[in-house]
């Protein structure tokens, strides 16, 4: 599909098809995407966690929500895709690339990093395969793992403490679903974000 | 142009043709582009700063670079970019989003934000125009201000202090360019960055 159209198309989908899986073909292909991300000094300090078994898929669920509370719509809606792929960072890859002779900062010290591009990378690495599932007629949900469940996460699939969750990626095939009420917000139009030459 | 060929053309260029700017339409079209980026709650927590007059580029670059140190090859390149976009993100409206009615979070507290979203959207948003670039037949490159330049930009081109500068791109039409030396760390492949059902 043209570049400009899978941009156009993209929309957070909060539904799929019952009984209806993604290839293992297709998730790598999403993946060979995301590497194709840039990253500061190509320090590629990503991983990518792909649960696409239902057992998995439940031991997700239940690091994430609370057993006590049904969930709603939205969240039974999320439940029902067939494959999730947790997007990690690593920040001592980048410490560690920025330690070499060709950067020099042996420190390691946090200081000279004041935007955290290990995130910032594994974002566009993410972006890349929201995209690439609109291109492969797939439908998809970037959401976060709420702050209290990362170390469920963590432990539920033995994921090394270095590593964060920066999102996760649902990703099936599209099932009617309602338009996020966030939406209702309004998309801010270029004369609200941008500026010329200085900030206004 | 087919969204996986622009993935797979992509790459950082940091040299461009002299005297050949970029018209402010195309300008527009990458930054509607961007705009389409998927943001937490639809914060849509992000400004972007267009530099496309000479003189606003000079101040760009008077601020980020030390005036005693000739500038190498590599900055020289990317000082020839007749266009450059500052990406910043603003983590004050994702806080006051939150702290609506349909969220909740009326403390701010940012102990609910293991991840900062606002420059990992910010990070996408980027990655749009990225891809944007190659569909429209110009050069890019996304770089970082150096830490201790952060506060000569916002000073130079009246940032206000919540914005920070997530990334800058440099656009152009390409010259011929030499490959970054971090290429030669080689891409890390599926098998070392990708596992299934569990970490490993």
Same mark, same amino acid.
Request: a negative charge; charged letters at 25%.
């Given at each position: 599909m043209? &570049?400009?159209?899978v941009?156009?198309r ?5 539904? &799929?098809?019952?009984g ?5 073909a +297709? ?5 060979e995407?995301?590497i194709r991300?840039? @990253?500061?000094?190509f320090?590629?300090?990503?991983h990518f ?6 057992a998995?898929? @439940?031991?997700?669920w239940e690091? +994430? +929500?609370?057993?006590?509370e049904?969930?709603?719509?939205w969240?039974?809606g999320?439940?029902?895709a ?8 690593d920040?001592?890859? &980048?410490l560690?690339?920025? =330690?070499?002779?060709?950067k020099g ?7 000279h990093?004041?935007?955290p &591009?290990?995130d910032?990378?594994?974002g566009?690495?993410s ?5 690439? =599932?609109?291109?492969a ?12 469940g990362?170390?469920g996460?963590?432990?539920a ?6 590593? *964060? ?5 649902s ?10 009420p966030?939406l209702r917000?309004g *998309?801010r ?5 941008? @500026?010329y030459?200085?900030y206004s």
């Amino acid at each position: 599909m043209e &570049y400009t159209d899978v941009v156009r198309r993209r929309r957070m989908v909060r539904n &799929y098809e019952a009984g209806r899986a993604v290839d293992r073909a +297709t998730l790598d292909g999403l993946l060979e995407l995301a590497i194709r991300a840039p @990253s500061a000094g190509f320090s590629q300090g990503w991983h990518f966690l792909v649960l696409d078994e239902p057992a998995a898929i @439940s031991r997700f669920w239940e690091a +994430t +929500t609370d057993p006590d509370e049904s969930p709603d719509s939205w969240l039974r809606g999320l439940q029902s895709a067939p494959s999730l792929i947790l997007a990690m960072s690593d920040k001592q890859a &980048y410490l560690d690339r920025y =330690a070499q002779d060709d950067k020099g900062w042996t420190d390691r010290d946090e200081v000279h990093w004041p935007i955290p &591009y290990w995130d910032v990378d594994t974002g566009m690495a993410s972006m890349l395969i929201l995209l690439g =599932a609109v291109d492969a007629g797939l439908a998809c949900c970037f959401f976060g793992v709420p702050a209290e469940g990362h170390d469920g996460v963590h432990k539920a699939f033995d994921i090394p403490d270095e590593l *964060r969750i920066v999102g996760v990626i649902s990703l099936g095939y599209p099932a009617p679903d309602r338009r996020s009420p966030s939406l209702r917000r309004g *998309r801010r139009q270029l004369a609200d974000v941008v @500026s010329y030459q200085r900030y206004s």
